[in-house]
């Protein structure tokens, strides 16, 4: 500014920099003449601001550009003077916000000009609105219905001088942009419309004539009734009302109203008042409307002010709007003197600076006779006004009388006019005034009537306008009131209101930076390209621009502090070290050689001119801009440097990372070598142990058996002795064949180099005795099943030969023993124990597989050296020798240190045998007398109990008196008490400690035998199922229960309690600490009682020894309590396939596995593989599984009866109502071999017999069911007679399939079923009839395989209901008609199987193999999706036949991979990564010190009694957690579990924060359950997803409460006592939730938080372990992603705290859905990703979306918005809307949320029609667009159409003519139905007989692609920008742009491609899409609900144009 010429945009620029640097705000004020150009500057200030701040915001920029439309068009008229005058003051405060960008505009709006609507002078014109309407209606007809309207020359108001002319086109033009405006604006149409009436009204009322009455009153002309029944339409006011309003006035005298006749002139002025009135309200309710829209809210703290006002008038008549408008230039001269001159040479004066005054026009004496009270213009009006007569000629000659003497007033131009003129001497020149019409403008009469009527119109707009009223008015009337109320002062006049509003805008401005711009008016002429000096030359005198040059010139414009000077110019010389004073300043102007005439030094500032502050601004430019080049080259260096020394860091980070990752993974390869050995090793070693044991066992057995033999006669034994003789000989033959061998081969292997593979005879190994080493040595299973192993085999090797060795040394003992039995007897039978006798030969040595030094000694001698006897010492010696001999012949001599390695396995295997002797002696415990006493366990493992004192706790009044408290030998005794302080055994849970006592009171009560029977099964399954529930609660019941057992007084309470416990022991066992105990208990009793009492205790003995895999599930049945009651178990019934049934006892402890055996073993049945026993029920038949108790499956029955209304106590041999056990074959061998059992093969003939006939699983013809009907009446009638009995064939469908049996009549199959019985049944017994039916039902493709009927929810050419099925194969896809196979796959095959826990939904994924059957559809499909009620039993199935699968179905994520093991190491370097991460908050000052517990006095002073110190001293001494792990005051227990309320926040926090987290920390322990009291416990069991949702909203909106709450849950979940605790649980619950929405901001306590969750990871075992991996995989799916914004829903917090994904139905548009599972942080592209993998999309779909619907809208998700955050919100909304509604719950609402999966994107390449899926989902989109109305077609293609989709329906035509009512609703608009052509249709859909529904549907899809814009998206939009369009459009977007078409037709209006589109802004009801070039735009407004879809799709339409065009270039 100042170098190049004048303009507003640099001012406008000036002023928006200083906001921006200085934060200061600035006011622009725009003054000049009437017509100089004011409202054009303030367009250009506020277009120029809204264009350097565009890049932040656009839509309120254009709001604040098209208000001023609205205001020019309602405030601005046609003067003489100007053709747009302004006549109203505006000023526009445009605020910023932070970014600088704008935020929103205030307009305060001055005095507008009523008298202009009545009345205009001649060559003047009405407000501009008023023509913009008529010539709209005169050019749009329906514009002229709706308002009523009429031509110009019709309305008065619009004709006072009769030489207006008016151009329609130009109107026409500009009510379009005003209906822009509108839009823009956001004013709904209805409104429009309304304001529009509003002024139509207006209008009509001028033209209403009065008829004079006598002089005394007025009545309405016959024309004027006409106008009346218009003005009734327009104002919804009724007619006599109306009447009564312009006829009649009413006074209110006291409450009294009179109505009192108006004259013809009152009637005519009242008319003008209405107009004026309805007028200003419109007026004022715009500009309100408008603030309202523009409004900043929060951030108009900065802002630019614009000051438009009415400029200086001097018209040939001039009234009190002029005085008004010139009074208000009066005001704004004055600030602009004092701000410019006066201020100035104030400032001057102050610094004593020497200056030449400047004479400037001070117009203060003109303002003081305006607006000085007490005596002034206004004042005297005002006085005025509030006389009851007050006129205007008093008003005048008042002031004629007060100001006659006053130089600035003139009485008038001459006396002629006294009477009616008055002058004022203004600074722009002297104006003269009439005074007609002063009072009753200033007084502005409120037609109160006429709103009051308008309070009732039927318009909603109306009767908002009538209670209107301006903010700014009423707060003035209420600041301003100070007479009392009921007064007619109290009104404030218009002056008054005006005067006000100046003085509040001089108070405004007068804190802001203010800018002026001053307008010239060339001419007053209005003429172009001429300009008037002299006109000119007054502008520049009066306006004062002479003067401001003046003083500019002459003066010092340039004021600096000397603070200020020194800091910016001391760089412009060498001496930097200057003080602030006036030396240093006065030394920096003569060293830059100044003139001192161009500058002065005052008190504090400097003062300089133009021609010395440019220089020094020049020069200093120069060197700040060499130093910032300087800076710039360091700094770039630094950060170059900078930028270099990171990633040299970064690269030598990753190298050390990545060697250490190496090293790492090199040292576990090594370290999993090692462990791989070992285990081999293990194996060896336990292998030696079995081969010891098998010879031990083989020895003891043998001498026996010589035993037995000696004892027998002389004669057996000599010939004993003589086989034995002979059978040594053959096995040392054997010996000498097996070493020639071993030599061979090994001489061979050492020839062939190592290649020799040898096996081993497995028929001689069957039969050699073992042991069972799956019992002995369990953890071997795995060795054992590894592949084979050199080193292995060797030892094999070797222990094969040891076998060997081990005969031989055997049989020579057995030869020297004979011997001596011979020649002594006796002796023989005390010393020599018996010899075997070998029955085979021993097996073939092996082959060795390596070539190495034969060194193949046996592992071991002998294992009977530790069992001999002292005399056994000669026979060993003998035993050696002789075993020496016979390895010198076969084995080569052993190295030296071969003797100490056998020292080491002999060792070794003693050492084993010793320690499974130790187990089988602790096995015994049952049958030893060792004794342990409960007292020791009470004193170790019970709580203390308070002694209780007549029900309450005996409480002390003195502190340091001891607590009368138990002890714990009566705490094991009987106690009469109902009551127990609280738990027996240490818990903690506190939940389960409240339940403990009240499990003592139900039980206390059920053993006085309180209850009736009912009530006391209730109170039975009450305390088992909780103990079933609760496994802390188990051992409290086990020593409840003993305790009140011991001593117990009452016989018969004894016996009910022993009930109880043996219910309880078969419920669940005892834990292994309470186990040895319970059993000594037991012992105990066993040995006391007798009767019934011991045969209790008995059952509790024999039943602790049966421990199950499992507890029980459900509490007993009555059935079972009824059974136990006599000690008895419930005998149940078995039912089979051919009707037979069989009873069994089953035990309460047998699982279906065991009652299988049980069947098994009552039917003879082999083997019972495969066979499992099913639960058979009213609504479906489910397998019960191996494990499962059938004590539950009975107890569930009950349960179900018990629910429901006939619901009967049940005996023993009852039956639960339809519910059944059915024994059946379910698993089927992939070989078809019949079973050679005879029981299986007929149990599996009835079965086959059930599927054919009553199933018809198989696709069996006619002739083929009559043989297998013959064979079946074969089995069932025996041998047929030669005079069959009919009778015995009349049930024909128990031996044909209903689908044959059906074709004909009973009586025509009974012959051929008796002939078939002859034919094919007859001669055969049973069994081969049987085997015959099974044989022949063997040869179909479907036996085996288990069938569900299902429903697949996709798009294949097959029906979707069709039938599952499962065999030991794979699934089969199965037709229902004919049972053929669709298609089929293998196990494995299958990637995955989800199976859905909300609905009936299975899902199946497949691995796609390169594999190519007749269906290539199904072969390119991953993924099918299957609906049906058995989806349980079809996953159970599935493991069965293929248990890889199982972690699938299960839902078991931990089992996904084989987790890798854990070492101590391990746990030990995670364990130090957490202290490392610890100690790096406190390093942080992340986390605050705990604070100490009290000061040093209050802990010195208390004395410490010896219990508590020994207290402390125990708890410092078992403290495991804190050796070495304090750190700077932070000892363990800061970051362990604590169950306590905290008194202060983890972290620094505000005092308010820090409250909000110490509730919320109280929250998360009631959600633990660690509640004070029950009720709290059971309100956060109800409401834990409530809870949780609270903790999560309290604390998402702040990351400093977020990372708080981190901090918290990682302390509770650190270190519990009891990791599977349910406290312990629900806090792990609570931080996987958090860890799946959000995680911390802080970086560290990210850090933390992962260490700590791997830290707990490496737990396999504990259910914590699971879930912090569950939380680990939360947090690196969430890690990442976008924030949410919603507190998660019920839904997703209930599937995380279950550790299981989310789920929702999404559906499609052909009405179908699916349910699909996704994570908490999967986005909207994550789950389309699965969705096109689960329909059977191809991976290069693209173009698809996922939209939220309600009701008709819909709105397509972002790529990277998150599902989970939609359902919440959902949710949010459905919570608020029963809130506002009260609408209960269960009430069905109007519009549901849900979420639509359908193509969005119709790009070319995104459309692949070869997909058949893509086309099915294609072609229901067009059906529902066709419906929803959004393809324009004609009645033809309507007919073609509906044609279509009958063929596609119900196929060909037939010969009548079908009603195509529904066929055309499924593919028409509603509209379109009714008036069908059925005939026509019926024509067109004969033509098309035999086309197939495929091609159907290509012809269907063809006839829609005809038009062009077929792809396209359509929307129903509204536009208002012009006239010669509908006001209803069609706006289509497609790939190549925008379409505007005509509604419901092929009509284009306008197209715009996207390179023309500049920019599109959405609204909440518009959009706004800018078009054309930067240089000339066009802008587009339409109103639509869709406005952000729209643009969306825009948006991503333009994305991939522009990609396209890349991609071409």
Known sequence: MGSLDPHVFALAEAAYRNIVEDKINQSCLISGESGAGKTESTKLVLQYLCAITSNVSSWIQQQILEANTILEAFGNAKTIRNDNSSRFGKFMQVCFDEQNGIKGCVIQDYLLEQSRITFQSQGERNYHVMYQLVAQGQINKETAETFYLKPPEMYKYLNATNDITVDLNFESNKFNELTMAFTVLQIPQSVIDCIFKVLSSILWLGNIEFIDIDGEGCNLSTSDFEIIKTLSILLGIKKDELTTVLLLRQINVRGN??????????ARENRHAMAKALYSKTFTWLVNKINSCTNPGRDGSQFLGVLDIFGFENFCRNSFEQLCINYANEKLHKFFNHYVFSLEQSIYKQEEIKYTHVEFTDNSLCLELIEKPPRCIFKLLTEQCHMPKGSDSAYLNNMHAEFEFNPIYIKGVDRRHWETEFGIRHYAGKVIYTIDGFVDKNRDVQQDVLFDHMSRSENAFLRDLSKFQDQAWSNLIQNSSTNPRGTSKTKLTVSDHFRQQLQSLIDVLQNTNPWYVRCIKPNSLKHADHYNDEFVLDQLRYLGILDIIRIRREGFPVHITFEDFLLKYKCLI???????????????????????????????KIFLRSIAYDPLEDIRKKIVCANSIIIQKHWRRYSKQKKYMRIRTAILTIQHAYRGWKLRIHFLRVRRSVIIIQSRLRGVFAREVAAALREMRRVDEEMKKREKILVESPKADYTAIEDCERIVQEEIKVLAHMAEHLNTNMTRSIEEDNSVNTTTDEKNLQNVDTVDLDNLFAFLSEATTSPPNQLIEEINDKMTNLVSDLDNEIEICMQKESSIVVNDQENVKTKVPSIPEPSVSPPPPPVETETKKPSAEPIYESLTHNIKSPCDKEVDAEMTDLQANVRKEIEPPLPSLQSEREQRRKFRVEKKLQEMHQVEVQKEVFNNDSYYNILDFAENFFNTHERLLDGTLMLTLARKKAVNTVPKNEMI????????????????????????????????????????????????????????????????????????????????????????MCLVIVAFQPSKLLFRYYVSFLKKNLETFDGKLRQYAQWCFDNCKCIKVSTRLQPPSSVEVAAMRRLGTIVCRFFFLDSRTKAIDVHPTDTAS?????????LNLSSTEGWAIFQSRTDAEEHIKSFEYLYDVISAWECKQTNSSNYKRLSNSSTYGENRFVFKKRLFKPTRELSQDPVEVSMLYAQAVYSVVKCDAFPVSEKVALQLAGLQAQVALGDPSNQPKPEYYCDVNSFLPSRISKTREQQFWIPILAQAHRQYGSSRNELTAKVLYLSCVMQYPLYGTTMYNVIYKGYWNYVNNIILGINCDGILFIQPEDKLIIYQFKFTEIESIMIDPSDCFITISLYRMSKITKDAVLDSQKCFVFETLQKNEIGSLIISYYPSLSNWILNNFDCQKKAKGVTNEDRSRLYQNVIICRRQLIDANVVRKPQESGGFLRNTLRRLSKHRIDKLRNEQRTNPQDHGESYKGFSHSFWAFSKQQISYCLSFLPDQEEAIMVQVFDIILQFSGLGISGETIKRAEDEHVRIAQTILDKCMRKDTLLNELYLQLIKQTTDHPDANSRVNLRHWALLSVACSVILPSTKSIRKYLMAHLKRCSSDFLSEEGKYARFAEKCFLRTQGTRRRQWTPSCEEILCTTNRRPCYSRIYFMDGQYYSFEFQPSSTANEVIEIIKKTIGLQDNSRGYALYEVLGNTERSLLAEEKV??????????????????????????????????KKHLFCDNFINMDDTIEKELLYHQVLHNLRSERYPITEMEAIMLTALQGQLEIGDS????????????????????????HGAVAMHHQSLRGMLPADAKKSFLNLIQSWPLHRATIFDVMQTFTSNWPRILWLAVDQTGIHLLEHRSRNILCSHEYQSIISFLPNMNSLMIFTGTERKQSKVILSTSQAFQIATLIREYSDIAKGNKKENE
């Open 1764 to 1797: 989970c955050d939609v359902m919440a919100k959902w949710e949010k909304y459905r919570t608020a809307s029963q809130r506002e509604t009260q609408v209960p719950t269960n009430h069905t609402k109007p519009y549901q949320h849900m979420f639509l999966f």
């Open 1154 to 1162: 065991d009652a299988v055996q049980k069947l098994a073993d009552k």
């Open 257 to 266: 109203i009179t109505e009192i006749p108006l004259k013809i002139h009152e």
């Open 1854 to 1877: 037939g010969e009548t003519v079908s009603d195509y009512g529904a066929v055309a609703s499924h593919c028409l608009p509603p509209r379109f139905v009714p008036n069908i052509p």
């Open 574 to 604: 060498q001496n930097k070290s200057l003080t602030s004073n006036q030396k240093g300043i006065t030394t920096i102007l003569e060293e830059l050689k100044v003139p001192e005439t161009e500058w002065q030094i005052g008190i504090t």
């Open 973 to 1060: 005794i009987f106690t009469r008490t109902e009551k127990i302080p609280t738990s027996h055994i240490h818990m903690y849970d506190p939940e389960n400690i409240v339940l403990s006592c009240n499990i003592f009171r139900e039980l206390w009560k059920y053993m006085r035998g309180e209850y009736n029977a009912e009530r006391e099964l209730q109170s039975i399954q009450y305390i088992i199922g909780h103990g079933i529930e609760r496994e802390e609660l188990r051992d409290e019941i086990f020593v409840q229960c003993m305790r009140q057992t011991t001593n117990n007084p009452n016989v018969e309470w004894t016996d009910r309690i022993w009930l109880l």
